[in-house]
């Protein structure tokens, strides 16, 4: 090459013959090779400026929803992926040197990229061989964390250049811990902490030594790995990669020979997990959580279950499983949808509240959150009968009444002014009757006389300061006591608990807390109101014993003989008072209250008949519910200690609470005889006067709870139907599997015209 006369590059070389002219220079070969060097780092340079470090993928940024119980029971998780960040310091030392005994022996005195290891790939790659990895702990964090598993030299050049600029920008620790939270382990888990509960059933920090190597083991090949317990040919390449990793720490000087040839194969937890009834339970208990969480964080579901947050709650996963062990042997088992049109639209729900904290421990809406996804337990309302009656109750004794006074109990009652009747179950009349066996029997002319007494409005007070809602329009009706009203499980069994509670009113609440990381992002803090003296609750706790011990609601004594104080309830559809809707017991121990309710539902939503349900001649909430309430809180409270109701006496000791005796005031029967006592130290009831049997009705009727009664109307006056009553706080669930009437209300408030067309069963 010439330039103005002259040859820039002297080649081949002038004045030179023979083997000496294509001979190059020393000159030539020093400016080749430093143009050749200034090249190459020139277009290195070029290459390592150009790429950027891109964001995090969003796989790693976001990390699922952790749910637990009371226990520390995972109830579940939610989100994209099953991730979930910890900080290196939990990572154990020894599980930290396994992984760089596996991956990277010298990880924290080498650079970023592995040259020779690059170099190898490369060549292997261009040579038309496998892709190879020749990756450090740095390099495959960039490839977890910012690009994708594409098996490319593109791919491979980007991951060394980010691999060195993310080396500059953060430390070996900070890379490793990173490296750990983002690494894949099979069994859909990303991240050490996710991997140790999924091969090992426990967190990261409780991993030994060996149980540390196979978890470095496995990122060799984690989804092959999978196949290990059921084939014998992966498990023996699983174990081979095991005892590398703890021969590279020998090597290392992390472990000594003696401990290395004292470890054995660890015990690898079963996959996939053993189903149990929980598995179909507990979608129902996270769902309620997450709704409860949405409302208390101001959090929307898209950030709760993708911002690696933990919702801790108040279930109890035993006692769902409980639950839903009671209702299959006590009602599903009875239950032939094949042969009784009946049983096809069979509905039960239960729910636990803690008394004085609000702490629920159950909601129970279905056996199968895949066929049924929402929860009557909270979401849906339903009359609760007489089972109301106790709200009456609290409001009598509050306004002076005893339990030992005394009401007319025949049948039917007209209504003052009005042409509604209220007649008693079977139309039975009894003469005169104390307060106490009028609750034990469920007379309903009693407890409207009674409410009609101290006026409707002290007796949705009562209710309201309970935390039952009452509307207005349900206030106006003369058979508020009766229970025609809308409400749900959770809301009654946290309404009773107000009583086993000595008067404290707690809202019930799903969520203590919720987290993010290190975080305490809410927690929960119970306020507790004084509802009713704790005389007057002690009193309804007292007079609600007798219902179990001596009335309607005997099916719900315990087992062990602890002390149980409830009441039965059962509701009608509207039509002449014989298809009953729904069967209800709510009854507390002093330490756990609970509702039980079983009522028809077709799958559009509307209200059916469960008379004859399971092939039972009676039904109603003593013949059905409150066995079921039994069976249930028997494996409640199975070994806890059986506690005995206490009452404020009046030297202001705490003394044990016993059932109402003949001295808290004689009652008279329909003959003004006294009754004779019991076993239990309650009047037996009076024998019945004579019998009323009902005229049909004129106007459509429902059902309260307890035994039967029904009202009548007006037939000229038009119907209407109330304003739905909210039954929760909580929000439906986004996907329920069954449509049910506007607002997810089921069963609520049925028609009714100028508040004296409802009707309701008493006795249960």
């Known amino acids: 090459m010439a330039l103005g006369g002259k040859r820039v590059i002297d080649y081949p070389r002038r004045g030179k013959t023979g083997v000496r002219r294509w001979l190059p220079s020393w000159r030539l070969v020093a400016s080749t090779?430093?143009?050749?060097?200034?090249?190459?780092?020139?277009?290195?340079?070029?290459?390592?400026?150009?790429?950027?470090?891109?964001?995090?993928?969003?796989?790693?940024?976001?990390?699922?929803?952790?749910?637990?119980?009371?226990?520390?029971?995972?109830?579940?998780r939610r989100g994209p992926e099953i991730r979930q960040d910890v900080p290196l310091s939990q990572v154990p030392i020894p599980v930290q040197n396994s992984f760089l005994s596996a991956e990277d022996r010298n990880f924290w005195s080498d650079g970023a990229i592995s040259v020779t290891g690059t170099a190898r790939a490369l060549v292997n790659d261009l040579g038309g061989g496998s892709t190879q990895g020749g990756s450090t702990i740095t390099q495959q964090y960039v490839k977890n964390a910012y690009l994708t598993d594409e098996r490319t030299l593109t791919r491979k050049a980007?991951?060394?250049?980010?691999?060195?600029?993310?080396?500059?920008?953060?430390?070996?620790s900070q890379i490793l811990q990173g490296y750990l939270n983002t690494v894949y382990f099979g069994r859909g888990a990303s991240g050490?902490?996710?991997?140790?509960?999924?091969?090992?059933?426990?967190d990261v920090g409780q991993l030994s030594v060996a149980e540390g190597a196979v978890m470095a083991a496995l990122v060799n090949a984690p989804s092959y790995y999978e196949l290990a317990p059921k084939d014998p040919t992966v498990m023996a390449k699983l174990q081979a990669r095991w005892n590398y990793v703890l021969d590279g720490l020998v090597k290392m000087g992390k472990l000594s020979p003696a401990d290395r040839a004292a470890q054995q194969f660890p015990a690898l937890a079963l996959w996939p997990r053993p189903s149990s009834q929980t598995d179909d339970q507990s979608p129902y208990l996270v769902e309620a959580a997450i709704s409860e969480a949405e409302q208390k964080t101001g959090l929307t579901r898209d950030q709760l279950v993708t911002g690696g947050y933990t919702i801790?709650?108040?279930?109890?996963?035993?006692?769902?499983?409980?639950?839903?062990?009671?209702?299959?042997?006590?009602?599903?088992?009875?239950?032939?949808?094949?042969?009784?049109?009946?049983?096809?639209?069979?509905?039960?729900?239960?729910?636990?509240?803690?008394?004085?904290?609000?702490?629920?421990?159950?909601?129970?809406?279905?056996?199968?959150?895949?066929?049924?996804?929402?929860?009557?337990?909270?979401?849906?309302?339903?009359?609760?009968?007489?089972?109301?009656?106790?709200?009456?109750?609290?409001?009598?004794?509050?306004?002076?009444?005893?339990?030992?006074?005394?009401?007319?109990?025949?049948s039917p009652y007209q209504i003052p002014n009005s042409d509604a009747v209220i007649p008693n179950e079977g139309g039975t009349s009894y003469g005169q009757v104390s307060v106490q066996d009028a609750l034990n029997q469920s007379i309903n002319t009693v407890f409207v006389k009674m409410g009609q007494q101290i006026g409707m409005t002290k007796v949705a007070d009562a209710a309201r300061a309970a935390g039952v809602p009452v509307s207005a329009q349900e206030q106006s009706l003369p058979a508020l006591p009766l229970g025609v009203v809308a409400t749900n499980p959770e809301t009654m069994a946290a309404a009773y608990g107000t009583?086993?509670?000595?008067?404290?009113?707690?809202?019930?609440?799903?969520?203590?807390?919720?987290?993010?990381?290190?975080?305490t992002v809410y927690k929960h803090q119970s306020l507790a109101k004084q509802a009713f003296t704790p005389a007057v609750a002690d009193e309804v706790t007292q007079a609600l014993q007798g219902v179990v011990t001596n009335g309607s609601g005997t099916g719900a004594q315990l087992s062990d003989g602890r002390d149980?104080?409830?009441?039965?309830?059962?509701?009608?559809?509207?039509?002449?008072?014989?298809?009953?809707?729904?069967?209800?017991?709510?009854?507390?121990?002093?330490?756990?209250?609970?509702?039980?309710?079983?009522?028809?539902?077709t799958p559009g939503g509307a209200l059916?008949?469960?008379?004859?349900?399971?092939?039972?001649?009676?039904?109603?909430?003593?013949?059905?519910?409150?066995?079921?309430?039994?069976?249930?809180?028997?494996?409640?409270?199975?070994?806890?200690?059986?506690?005995?109701?206490?009452?404020?006496?009046?030297?202001?000791?705490a003394s044990p609470m016993n059932p109402v005796s003949p001295s808290s005031g004689a009652t008279t029967?329909?003959?003004?005889?006294?009754?004779?006592?019991?076993?239990t130290g309650q009047p037996s009831p009076p024998a019945p006067t004579n019998t009323y049997v009902p005229p049909n009705p004129t106007s459509t009727t429902s059902s309260g709870g307890g035994a039967t009664s029904s009202t009548t109307s007006n037939p000229s006056t038009p119907q209407s139907t109330p304003s739905s009553v909210p039954s929760s706080t909580k929000s439906e669930p986004s996907v329920p599997s069954l449509s049910f009437p506007t607002g997810g209300t089921i069963g609520g408030p049925l028609p009714q015209g100028n508040g004296n067309s409802k009707s309701a069963r008493g006795g249960g």
């Open 33 to 76: 090779l430093i143009a050749f060097v200034l090249l190459v780092t020139g277009g290195a340079w070029a290459v390592y400026a150009s790429v950027k470090i891109p964001p995090m993928n969003e796989a790693v940024t976001q990390q699922h929803l952790t749910v637990l119980d009371d226990h520390g029971v995972v109830l579940g």
């Open 158 to 172: 980007k991951e060394a250049v980010i691999a060195l600029k993310i080396s500059q920008q953060q430390s070996k």
């Open 192 to 202: 050490v902490e996710m991997g140790a509960r999924a091969w090992f059933n426990k």
């Open 312 to 410: 801790y709650t108040t279930f109890d996963a035993k006692m769902q499983d409980d639950a839903a062990a009671a209702v299959q042997a006590q009602i599903t088992s009875q239950l032939k949808p094949g042969t009784r049109a009946v049983d096809t639209n069979v509905h039960t729900s239960i729910a636990t509240v803690v008394p004085g904290d609000g702490a629920v421990r159950v909601l129970y809406g279905g056996d199968d959150y895949a066929k049924q996804a929402f929860n009557a337990s909270w979401q849906g309302t339903l009359s609760p009968g007489s089972s109301f009656k106790t709200f009456a109750l609290a409001a009598y004794l509050q306004n002076g009444g005893t339990v030992g006074d005394t009401f007319d109990g025949d």
């Open 499 to 519: 009583f086993a509670a000595h008067g404290q009113q707690v809202d019930p609440y799903t969520v203590t807390s919720v987290v993010q990381g290190d975080k």
């Open 564 to 601: 149980v104080a409830g009441k039965t309830g059962t509701t009608d559809l509207p039509g002449d008072g014989t298809k009953l809707g729904s069967v209800w017991f709510v009854g507390y121990t002093p330490t756990l209250s609970t509702a039980v309710a079983i009522w028809g539902q």
């Open 608 to 653: 059916t008949t469960i008379n004859g349900m399971a092939g039972k001649d009676t039904v109603g909430g003593g013949a059905v519910a409150a066995p079921l309430w039994s069976a249930y809180m028997n494996k409640a409270v199975a070994g806890t200690t059986a506690q005995p109701f206490t009452f404020s006496a009046q030297n202001g000791q």
């Open 669 to 679: 029967s329909g003959d003004g005889t006294t009754p004779t006592q019991t076993g």
